[in-house]
């Protein structure tokens, strides 16, 4: 068996990532030595996807739920006019390179015909139970030319094993079948929501585990790529891909693709580590309406394409992946308000970026490494050529003598990732004629930096300065381009809740003063109840006028960064018909408030008349000394 040196695993590395030895270390003076931690061929292949879709679609699409309790009937799964290639050819037109659909979410229902497990499509309505929505992603994928991945719920609300020995090795089958079933993956993706209530087979209990020593992450990530070499997997220690911390799709800046060897937290998840031991790049995951499942309530709230721009500068221009979610609606495809804005966003993108305004310009450096490594190279187009300097000088500058009468407003930087990240700061200067002037400055380029000015600039030279480095840098790109802007695209009406007007009953009592703020359909005030050195609990009490028929209500946490306050993380509703007597209207967990802080929508499964409504929530979803809420809405049937 032969011996592999580094070069020859830097090699295969840089082939699988479609860059050639011979172009990475040219004759001539040496190619510089990596530095740091340094991406795998998969994780180098993951960076230039940039971005790619998410797709929430299953049991909960039809209960009007974020997390479904494992206890729901397939029979509920009845899309009617499914359509795969609809969802697919908006996501391309969105701009977005690949898909990831969750095959199975916390309920435990697959999407895919299995005969592991009772609760799959083989028992639902869905093609006469002989349909695989699966494989009907994974092929409309391969025709639009995206890449195909897949998510996986480690957590099982219904499998009445899990967290017991058992459920691991269901759950290690499962793995193996959407491994082998589907073709090539380019990411296989692992929730970190793992235990809590659920239906358990019939248990209806709370589980809770250590989800390190329970799932044996190590072996599990290793399982994937024994049969998906190319798959990055997401989220647990030893991954390819970490969470970015929050899921508004908001990267830090910096946001390093370097990380401690250790379970982060959401802060070191968001910022990552300079020179930390692990290249382990974030991915920002966030939706392109509030909740991650459809709900008809959210058709007025699609993010509009100048936000998905916005978005673009928060993720990838910091170097990151964007993760954007498409939830599909009961007919099996998107909306049209949907498709409408991933068509203006991505149509602005392209025009965009497909003319480079910095072609044609000249480049000079104040140090080269060698003719293989002239500054020119920023300018080629070409991935695996890059400048560089002598090993002794860390912190050069390169100047581009611009082509005249082009006018732009972002700069793109980018590095050879193959060698680290190089640079830690870096600053960009403009000469329009009459000497430099700084328009920017900041830390970590590594796979991509893209950074905007305020308005479009036309300038005789720009220049950019490595102000601190560890090593020589290796920079790959420097690109102008000139925004333009999508065309809006309107949104669809606010749709009649059927909301029980604030007119429509007395307030009995409250936790906590300055309870209008829970009623006020204002997202942007918040009700807080205290509960450092008391009982975690927030309750309001409530008396119709007339007796009124309850289908259920919206909490809506909010969206403020708030480090005093989190949302709740448990409720308990009950009625009375007198003030007196109580008896339960629905009781349970809300689902991910504390990562999405999207609204949760509770359902009532008694449509009696109520009189009196008590509404007692417990807990803060994380530690926090109150519990906040935005807004509460009460719907009748």
Request: aromatic residues 10%; contains cysteine; charged residues 20%.
């Amino acid at each position: 068996m032969p011996i592999l040196s580094r070069r020859t695993l830097m090699a295969s590395g840089l082939a699988s990532a479609g860059i050639s030895l011979a172009q990475a270390s040219p004759p001539g003076p040496a190619a510089p030595a990596p530095y740091g931690a340094t991406p795998s061929p998969r994780q180098l292949a993951w960076h230039r996807r940039e971005q790619y879709a998410f797709v929430h679609f299953s049991i909960n699409t039809f209960t009007n739920r974020e997390w479904g309790y494992g206890d729901e009937s397939p029979a509920l799964f009845d899309p009617t006019d499914f359509s795969a290639d609809q969802i697919v050819d908006a996501a391309k037109a969105g701009g977005l390179r690949g898909l990831i659909l969750t095959a199975k979410h916390h309920d435990g229902f697959c999407l895919w015909p299995t005969r592991l497990t009772e609760h799959c499509v083989l028992n639902s309505p869905f093609r006469g139970g002989k349909g695989d929505v699966v494989r009907e992603f994974e092929r409309a994928c391969r025709r639009a030319g995206l890449a195909f991945g897949l998510y996986l719920s480690p957590w099982d609300r219904n499998h009445a094993d899990y967290g017991r020995p058992a459920y691991i090795d269901y759950y290690r089958r499962q793995i193996v079948e959407l491994c082998t079933r589907y073709g090539p993956l380019f990411e296989f993706w692992f929730d970190g929501a793992n235990g809590g209530d659920g239906y358990y087979g019939g248990a209806r209990e709370t589980r809770k585990i250590d989800a390190e020593a329970y799932y044996n992450w190590p072996e599990i990530v290793a399982l994937v790529h024994r049969h998906q070499p190319m798959a990055c997997t997401f989220e647990p220690l030893g991954s390819d891909a970490r969470w970015v911390g929050n899921e508004d799709g908001v990267a830090g800046d910096p946001c390093w693709p370097t990380m401690p060897n250790h379970k982060p937290s959401q802060a070191e998840g968001n910022a990552g580590l300079r020179d930390g031991p692990l290249w382990w790049p974030a991915e920002t995951n966030t939706s392109i309406r509030p909740g991650w499942f459809y709900h008809e309530d959210e058709d007025s709230k699609v993010k509009d394409p100048q936000r998905l721009v916005r978005l673009y500068d928060e993720s990838v221009a910091r170097g990151t992946n964007l993760i954007l979610n498409l939830p599909p609606d009961r007919r099996g495809r998107l909306a049209d308000s949907d498709c409408a804005v991933l068509r203006s966003f991505g149509d602005a993108q392209r025009a965009t970026f497909a003319n480079d305004l910095a072609r044609g310009a000249v480049a000079q450096a104040d140090h080269v490494r060698g003719s293989a490594y002239a500054a020119a190279r920023v300018l080629d187009g070409d991935p695996s050529s890059y400048w560089s300097t002598p090993d002794a000088v860390h912190t050069p500058s390169l100047v581009l003598e611009l082509p005249p009468g082009r006018a732009f407003d972002l700069i793109r930087l980018r590095e050879f990732l193959p060698l680290g990240v190089r640079v830690t700061r870096f600053a960009i200067d403009l000469d329009h004629g009459s000497g430099w002037g700084e328009v920017a400055a900041g830390a970590c380029i590594a796979a991509q930096r893209i950074v905007r000015l305020p308005a479009p600039v036309q300038a005789r030279r720009l220049r950019l300065r490595i102000t601190e480095a560890p090593a020589c840098p290796a920079i790959s790109e420097i690109a102008l381009f000139r925004q333009v802007p999508p065309l809006p695209v309107a949104r669809p009406a606010a749709p009649d809740q059927n909301a029980v007007s604030p007119a429509e009953w007395t307030l009995v009592s409250s936790s906590a003063p300055d309870v209008q703020a829970l009623f006020d359909a204002d997202a942007g005030t918040v009700w807080r109840m205290p509960v450092s050195g008391g009982p975690a609990e927030a309750a309001v009490t409530l008396r119709f006028h007339t007796a009124q028929r309850l289908a259920g209500f919206i909490l809506t946490p909010s969206r403020a960064v708030m480090d005093d306050a989190a949302p709740p993380k448990r409720y308990t509703v009950e009625a009375s018909p007198d003030g007196s007597r109580w008896h339960p209207l629905a009781d349970g967990e809300f689902s991910n408030i504390v990562n999405a802080l999207s609204p949760q929508h509770i359902a009532f499964a008694s449509g009696a008349a109520v009189t009196w409504l008590r509404f007692v929530f417990h807990q803060t979803a994380r530690p926090a000394g109150a519990i906040a809420i935005a807004d509460l809405s009460i719907l009748r049937r």
